[in-house]
């Protein structure tokens, strides 16, 4: 499988300091707390497993709320007591511009009707995020609530940080009117130590999602995720990726370049993390 590494972030990630400062004090604070847990090697290697999601509806179709209550994994099964959903988000770069419908690539998805139930909590609806609104789309179980990402040219980065270090992390990725059953985007995961430093990459591609079967909808405050001519809404796409050691930040980011460049067309993201070495809750 071709391998990728972040030599290409240099320039965005130097775009980033110069909006933030060189050492933003939320870092700063990571750093302090964190200590010995992040003197990772910087060999550390992502590898790619399978899941089963089990989820509950807030109604009949596929709009409103999609709640994950459990996943399993080689018979292995975390409820929501022992998931971390992500707590923090930066937008480090969103430099693609929609001449249409403005904003740029990233936007903060729910599902169609959500707000009007109590099932699950879910993010805003915006083609304009700020940080904090791509916090609040992952930060709870509502697999409805995502990262949106359009597919005008740009590089589109996040980075997102959970409580505790983990290195298990499962990643759902939206379909589309063309690829309805399963995921149609690829997604650079890096691994980052507390002080920024990349210690583990992947391309999540798209071919390595499996279909999870769970259709749902998708309202960013502009317009509706694409139905396939049928009306059939698309389906979330599944795939976790095991890290060799523990962290608590990622960078996420998806570049869409003219044809013969790079082309991950906008994934359309939720992730939340289990640290598999702590114990279970059981419920019966």
């Known amino acids: 499988m071709k391998q990728y590494t972040s030599i290409g972030f240099v320039a ?7 909006a933030c400062g060189s050492i933003d004090t939320q870092a700063g604070e990571d750093v302090a707390q964190t200590g010995e847990e ?3 090697p910087r060999d550390a290697e992502f590898t790619v497993f399978g899941f089963s999601s089990y989820v509950s509806r807030s109604g009949d179709g596929p709009d409103g709320d999609v709640r994950l209550d459990s996943v399993t994994r080689d018979e292995k099964t975390w409820s929501q007591n022992d998931l971390q959903t992500v707590e923090w988000a930066r937008i480090l770069v969103d430099d693609g511009v929609d001449a249409t419908r403005g904003g740029h690539n990233l936007a903060s998805g729910r599902g169609i009707d959500s707000e009007f139930d109590g099932w699950e909590d879910e993010g805003p609806a915006t083609i304009t995020p700020v940080s904090d609104d791509l916090a609040e789309s992952l930060g709870n179980f509502n697999l409805t609530s995502i990262v949106v990402t359009r597919e005008n040219l740009g590089t589109a980065s996040v980075e997102v940080r959970f409580a505790s270090p983990t290195d298990t992390f499962f990643f759902w990725e939206r379909g589309s009117a063309t690829s ?3 995921a149609n985007s690829d997604l650079l995961v890096e691994a980052l ?5 990349v210690v583990a990459s992947h391309k999540l591609l798209r071919t390595e ?6 259709a749902i909808t998708t309202w960013n405050g502009s317009f509706a995720s694409p139905s396939t001519p049928t009306g059939t809404p698309p389906q979330l796409g599944a795939a976790g990726l095991a890290l060799s050691t523990k962290v608590t930040r990622l960078r996420l980011t998806s570049v ?4 013969g ?6 994934p359309d993201y939720k992730v939340i993390a289990v640290d598999p070495d ?3 809750h059981f419920h019966h």
């Open 12 to 18: 965005f990630t130097a775009l980033a300091l110069a």
């Open 38 to 40: 992040f003197r990772h």
């Open 180 to 182: 309805p059953t399963t």
């Open 193 to 197: 130590d507390g002080f920024g430093r």
């Open 209 to 214: 999602y499996t279909p999870t079967g769970i």
């Open 256 to 259: 869409q370049e003219a044809a």
């Open 261 to 266: 460049g790079t082309i991950d067309d906008g």
């Open 278 to 280: 702590r114990p279970r």
